[in-house]
């Protein structure tokens, strides 16, 4: 496992990350939900506002904040550059398999 200490580290670490990408015959993607965060309110909640448990005890608390995440965000949420590029690679045929743990069909808008 590639562990990044600092900046030098970090630039190595995408160069040689963009030389195999661009080396690849095929790829294959996996995603988390970081991939829809980008400007999302959910990014300025403590994460354990949005756990079950909290819930249970505070619908009241938790309504208002679910509601302005999931609907009034992620229903007007629009692919962003991480989406573009990998429809890019889709399209050039390289893109082989994306694996998701989103559940929000933003890629294939």
Known sequence: MLRIHSTVDREAAIRET?????????????TGAEILV???PRSRYDPRLLELDYFRCHPEKSWPILREIFYDHFCAARPNRAHEVLA???ARGLLKALITQNVDSVQWN
């Open 18 to 30: 963009a030389h195999i990408i661009r080396s690849a015959r095929h790829l294959t993607a996996f």
């Open 38 to 40: 980008e400007g999302s």
């Open 88 to 90: 890019a690679w889709e």
